[in-house]
């Protein structure tokens, strides 16, 4: 109920504002202490069956200790993606992007669900990622169930604060127009607080409130009856090593000609090219980006693959492995590092775009994958891999949004016109008030031109959709 109110209250799905965060934090601040009463009563109906268990052979301090430590260090795992989960929805307070922040949310939904689960589940990363929406409809009879018995027992008490609640919505409805007509001060505050009672409004308030509350009870749902933690029994690994060292030798042997290929070109430059391609630097840098982003991609679901199924039986098994699949990875480390040199080459001939950023970002964060699987190679362990290639993604999701990703391409763009380039002011004027502060460079009458396309997204925000990027360009 607090959950949904929150939503329904202070999100203005519209728009970026502080609304998200604060009503994500209310639902959070909820669900935690409904969560930590629940297990409160628990401990204490067993204490008794508690006290006698340390009686017994086998219950000793050091076993305490140890759980001690890795309750701890599950409730610190439950923190980050929590703490992870408040820092993108806080991103809707300080940026004005609305593409931005839609991708911010999808982010905080999958990190809440994360932290809700807590450790890692034997269902997967996939369930884990959405173990709260796929819990919420199931939640809805548990919790029914759960409270037939308290609404039989307390049936007169419910009457009596629903009476309560009629009388103050009465009170309410006589004192509160007599007192906004009484003063115009007054009248204009009463104007600020209260929402208007439209059809859309009303719908919004709906729908929000379905919707978080749902989450609410899928979160609740999760923490009462968690899933089974995974196992660390390890299955059969069916690859021998002269199954799979051949096709990954290829590809290093390959990746390695293409990695002297690119250092030719660096050192070459421009000239090189033209003579050896016919193309000029951009027409090149552009003809293999698409092709460099999908290698990387492919020879990541590669490396995880071997990486799960190669055999490990013997020393010289473990050794080749960590020698071919660190390799691979280096080089295609490489290849990561061309094909951003060659989006960042295209980008300063035809133009900075969101699109062409976010792809860029994208690679990086790949290139941050094979740093990490190149840690999982060398220690021959994976099962902490998705939730940190997750983890990766967020975070650089949450670089990206302090970056200033718009303000950052209309700098670019105005650096481009300044050394003889072409200005695209159409498309810039298509961007969200970030942008703003960059047009001060900007010569009459190109400015104001630019200034008036951004005006349309300036409306004034009531204090739910408050915006610090909004609030600096009025």
Do not use: K
């Not at 759960?146 to 609404?151: D, E, I, W």
């Not at 980008?347 to 775009?353: C, I, K, L, N, P």
């Amino acid at each position: 109920m607090i959950s949904g109110m929150a939503a329904a209250i202070l999100i203005r799905w519209d728009r970026p504002g502080i609304g998200w965060v604060v009503a994500a934090a209310t639902a959070a601040a909820a669900v935690f202490l409904i969560d930590r009463n629940a297990r409160r009563g628990v401990r204490r109906a067993t204490s008794g069956a508690s006290d006698e268990g340390r009686s017994r052979p086998g219950s000793t301090d050091e076993q305490t200790a140890a759980t001690s430590g890795f309750v701890r260090t599950r409730y610190l795992g439950r923190l980050w993606w929590a703490a992870l989960a408040l820092a993108l929805l806080a991103v809707g307070a300080v940026r004005a992007a609305g593409w931005l922040f839609a991708l911010c949310v999808v982010g905080a939904c999958l990190a809440g669900s994360l932290a809700v689960v807590g450790r890692r589940s034997a269902n997967g990363i996939l369930y884990d990622t959405l173990a709260v929406p796929l819990e919420a409809l199931a939640a809805v009879p548990w919790v029914y169930a759960g409270t037939a018995r308290v609404r039989g027992a307390n049936a007169a008490r419910r009457w009596r604060l629903g009476l309560s609640a009629a009388v103050t919505i009465a009170l309410l409805a006589v004192f509160v127009p007599l007192l906004g007509s009484a003063d115009a001060v007054f009248a204009n505050l009463l104007e600020t607080v209260t929402p208007d009672l439209d059809a859309p409004a009303v719908l919004r308030w709906i729908v929000l409130f379905v919707l978080a509350a749902l989450g609410a009870l899928g979160a609740m749902s999760v923490l009462a009856g968690p899933p089974r933690p995974a196992t660390a029994a390890v299955r059969r690994r069916g690859l021998r090593r002269s199954e799979w060292a051949l096709p990954v030798g290829a590809l290093a042997i390959l990746f390695a000609a293409f990695v002297t290929t690119q250092f030719v070109v660096l050192f070459g430059g421009d000239g090189y090219v033209q003579r050896t391609a016919g193309l000029t630097y951009a027409e090149y840098a552009r003809t293999g980006f698409r092709q460099l982003s999908a290698v990387t991609v492919l020879t990541l679901a590669v490396l995880m693959v071997v990486l799960r199924w190669a055999a490990q039986d013997t020393a010289a098994d473990r050794l080749w492995l960590r020698g071919l699949l660190t390799t691979v990875s280096v080089l295609a480390l490489v290849i990561v590092a061309s094909a951003l040199g060659r989006m960042w080459t295209y980008q300063r001939a035809y133009g900075f775009t969101v699109l062409r950023l976010l792809v860029e970002v994208c690679e990086v964060w790949l290139g941050l994958v094979y740093l990490l699987v190149a840690v999982a190679v060398m220690r021959l362990r994976r099962a902490w891999l998705p939730r940190a290639v997750l983890g990766t993604a967020m975070a650089t999701l949450l670089a990206l949004a302090v970056l200033d990703p718009e303000r950052l391409i209309a700098d670019q763009n105005i650096d481009r016109w300044q050394h003889g380039r072409s200005l695209d002011t159409d498309y810039l004027g298509t961007l969200s008030p970030d942008v703003l502060p960059a047009t001060d460079r900007l010569p009459e009458p190109l400015r104001t031109e630019l200034r008036t396309r951004l005006r349309a997204d300036l409306d004034a925000d009531t204090w739910q959709s408050w915006n610090l990027s909004r609030a600096r360009a009025r």
